[in-house]
């Protein structure tokens, strides 16, 4: 397999793809294209600049595109724009290309460039959760089938994104599995024990205290209000919340906790990936309120720490990853059923541990062996 020649078009380093670049690069001859340029990546949702961490681009062939577009233009597609795209990966040479996300300029023009020109693979998460109707879903339709009809196969990473991938006109022979999946040793119990320790201390937590955490973007889709004012609606001397994160609504998550003088909900920073295993080990319930989410990686890291889970309806991933046995999912949007699940998960501790070491076994065959293996078979 060593005479395969795959070329990978992503916006930057991600530490969910990358490791899975390193094993191909093993196997078959690859070059990812970083197309975000090389600088420091704005992070809208996060509302703070990203550094790549240098072990992102390690074990594997890479070149940072130039970007002339804005970081910050208001049409998310015009913020990529590779001028040298094209020719870099031409010289290249590749037999395959595998472009991640087509919803940038640069990335849509790669893809028309090479159509019957090199074979086209595609991975993207997303799924039909979040539908419109009407001229809007029209258009829409009619934009993805021509998209979609430029490439020569698709890597769905669930059931929602499968779905998706097929509303839009491809066939099942040309669908693989290649699951969303996290370093799940990375986020196990054993290594990450004192820092669990630690920073239950550090918010003052007996042992029948149950933590639920809440970690990622503080903006109106991921929805850390619905949680907060479900959790201050209920009457519990035993239950504290952890925000982990930022963005756009900090100030008001703890402007009302302010004016509630509730001390039973805490504020952490954005974290880096290293210090989120043991955030992750420390907390006894993870919750992710979204509103809608493609798939929710998060899930996948808590799981690995060994958590129950609670989620809404409209989380990609919801479908594969929580079960009755692992959690509990509450129609979207509506503060009375995410109370009522709380209330429900938070009867017994004991209850809660059990539900954790299911997720664990849930997420074990959500791995990166999967979608590497799965991937070598597509590029034959």
């Given at each position: 397999?060593?005479?395969?020649?795959?070329?990978?078009?992503?916006?930057?380093?991600?530490?969910?793809?990358?490791?899975?670049?390193?094993?191909?690069?093993?196997?078959?001859?690859?070059?990812?294209?970083?197309?975000?340029?090389?600088?420091?990546?704005?992070?809208?949702?996060?509302?703070?600049?990203?550094?790549?961490?240098a072990n992102l681009l390690q074990g594997y062939d890479h070149q940072f595109?130039?970007?002339?577009?804005?970081?910050?233009?208001?049409?998310?597609?015009?913020?990529?724009?590779?001028?040298?795209?094209?020719?870099?990966?031409?010289?290249?040479?590749?037999?395959?290309?595998?472009?991640?996300?087509?919803?940038?300029?640069?990335?849509?023009?790669?893809?028309?460039?090479?159509?019957?020109?090199?074979?086209?693979?595609?991975?993207?998460?997303?799924?039909?959760?979040?539908?419109?109707?009407?001229?809007?879903?029209?258009?829409?339709?009619?934009?993805?089938?021509?998209?979609?009809?430029?490439?020569?196969?698709?890597?769905?990473?669930?059931?929602?994104?499968?779905?998706?991938?097929?509303?839009?006109?491809?066939?099942?022979?040309?669908?693989?599995?290649?699951?969303?999946?996290?370093?799940?040793?990375?986020?196990?119990?054993?290594?990450?024990?004192?820092?669990?320790?630690?920073?239950?201390?550090?918010?003052?937590?007996?042992?029948?205290?149950?933590?639920?955490?809440?970690?990622?973007?503080?903006?109106?889709?991921?929805?850390?209000?619905?949680?907060?004012?479900?959790?201050?609606?209920?009457?519990?001397?035993?239950?504290?919340?952890?925000?982990?994160?930022?963005?756009?609504?900090?100030?008001?998550?703890?402007?009302?906790?302010?004016?509630?003088?509730?001390?039973?909900?805490?504020?952490?920073?954005?974290?880096?990936?290293?210090?989120?295993?043991?955030?992750?080990?420390?907390?006894?319930?993870?919750?992710?309120?979204?509103?809608?989410?493609?798939w929710g990686l998060a899930i996948n890291e808590a799981m690995a720490a060994?958590?129950?889970?609670?989620?809404?309806?409209?989380?990609?991933?919801?479908?594969?990853?929580?079960?009755?046995?692992?959690?509990?999912?509450?129609?979207?949007?509506?503060?009375?059923?995410?109370?009522?699940?709380?209330?429900?998960?938070?009867?017994?501790?004991?209850?809660?541990?059990?539900?954790?070491?299911?997720?664990?076994?849930?997420?074990?065959?959500?791995?990166?062996?999967?979608?590497?293996?799965?991937?070598?078979?597509?590029?034959?």
């Amino acid at each position: 397999m060593k005479t395969i020649q795959l070329a990978i078009v992503v916006s930057h380093p991600i530490p969910y793809y990358t490791p899975v670049f390193r094993e191909l690069a093993k196997s078959i001859r690859l070059k990812v294209f970083y197309t975000a340029g090389n600088e420091q990546f704005y992070d809208f949702g996060f509302q703070r600049n990203m550094q790549w961490d240098a072990n992102l681009l390690q074990g594997y062939d890479h070149q940072f595109l130039t970007n002339t577009g804005r970081q910050h233009h208001y049409i998310h597609f015009f913020r990529i724009k590779n001028p040298d795209a094209i020719e870099a990966i031409k010289l290249f040479n590749p037999q395959h290309l595998l472009i991640y996300g087509w919803a940038y300029y640069s990335h849509l023009s790669i893809i028309r460039y090479f159509k019957n020109k090199v074979k086209i693979s595609f991975r993207g998460d997303s799924n039909l959760l979040n539908s419109s109707s009407g001229l809007k879903h029209l258009f829409k339709k009619i934009a993805l089938r021509w998209i979609y009809k430029h490439i020569d196969q698709a890597f769905f990473t669930g059931t929602h994104s499968k779905i998706y991938f097929k509303a839009y006109g491809l066939k099942e022979s040309q669908l693989f599995f290649a699951p969303h999946a996290i370093d799940n040793q990375k986020f196990a119990t054993v290594p990450h024990g004192s820092e669990k320790q630690t920073l239950r201390d550090k918010l003052g937590l007996q042992n029948d205290n149950i933590l639920i955490l809440f970690a990622g973007k503080f903006n109106p889709n991921k929805n850390p209000r619905l949680l907060l004012n479900a959790f201050l609606r209920i009457k519990s001397e035993h239950l504290i919340l952890l925000f982990v994160g930022s963005g756009i609504l900090e100030h008001k998550l703890k402007e009302t906790v302010r004016k509630r003088q509730n001390s039973k909900v805490h504020f952490l920073p954005f974290q880096d990936q290293d210090y989120m295993p043991g955030i992750y080990q420390a907390c006894d319930l993870f919750c992710m309120p979204s509103n809608h989410e493609t798939w929710g990686l998060a899930i996948n890291e808590a799981m690995a720490a060994g958590k129950a889970i609670l989620a809404s309806d409209h989380i990609g991933c919801a479908i594969d990853l929580i079960r009755e046995s692992n959690g509990k999912t509450f129609k979207r949007g509506d503060i009375t059923d995410l109370q009522e699940k709380l209330e429900l998960l938070m009867v017994r501790k004991s209850d809660l541990t059990e539900r954790g070491l299911a997720s664990k076994s849930i997420i074990a065959k959500w791995d990166f062996n999967t979608q590497i293996n799965n991937m070598l078979y597509a590029f034959k």
